[in-house]
């Protein structure tokens, strides 16, 4: 059996409470759970003690029997030092997407065109002027 340490919800509407509880991995999200080890209230300040109450020992045997950590509680976990959290690396982030880059190519292409168009109209005025100039003089 897959199990993991997960967050279930709790509260009502608009007002999140969640119980950091060990499940089977196959069970939905506010089913069935084998134990309840903590819990967590967002709506707490972050300072506050309250905020996330875990039991560490407990947290620690059902990690030793093979259970995983949602991203969330792996978080809660390294914070109370019971496992720690490998820092991640996304150096593609914040890169657009495939579509993106073809968009802000064409636009980029319209610009340019556009601009090309713009010194175009401009250059026969700027002839023009420069001609009358001269036959002035």
Same mark, same amino acid.
């Given at each position: 059996?897959?199990?993991?340490?997960?967050?279930?919800?709790?509260?009502?509407? !608009? @007002?999140? +409470? +969640?119980?950091?509880?060990? =499940?089977?991995?196959?069970?939905?999200?506010?089913?069935?759970?084998? $134990?309840?080890?903590?819990?967590?209230?967002?709506?707490? =300040? !972050? &300072?506050?003690?309250?905020?996330?109450?875990? &039991?560490?020992?407990?947290?620690?045997?059902?990690?030793?029997?093979?259970?995983q950590p949602?991203? @969330?509680?792996?978080r809660f976990? &390294?914070?109370?030092?019971? !496992?720690?959290?490998?820092?991640?690396?996304?150096?593609? !982030?914040?890169?657009?997407? *495939?579509?993106?880059?073809?968009?802000?190519?064409? @636009?980029?292409?319209?610009?340019?065109? =556009? $601009?090309?168009?713009?010194? $175009? =109209?401009?250059?026969?005025?700027?002839? *023009?002027?420069e001609t009358? &100039?001269?036959?002035?003089?």
């Amino acid at each position: 059996m897959a199990l993991s340490i997960r967050l279930s919800r709790g509260g009502s509407k !608009k @007002r999140p +409470y +969640y119980r950091i509880v060990v =499940a089977d991995a196959r069970s939905p999200r506010d089913g069935k759970f084998i $134990e309840k080890i903590g819990n967590y209230n967002p709506l707490l =300040a !972050k &300072d506050d003690e309250k905020r996330v109450v875990l &039991d560490a020992e407990r947290a620690k045997h059902w990690l030793g029997v093979g259970a995983q950590p949602t991203d @969330r509680v792996a978080r809660f976990l &390294d914070v109370a030092g019971v !496992k720690e959290r490998p820092a991640r690396n996304n150096p593609k !982030k914040a890169e657009p997407g *495939e579509k993106a880059k073809e968009r802000a190519e064409e @636009r980029a292409e319209k610009a340019k065109a =556009a $601009e090309e168009a713009a010194a $175009e =109209a401009n250059k026969p005025a700027a002839a *023009e002027a420069e001609t009358a &100039d001269a036959t002035a003089e």
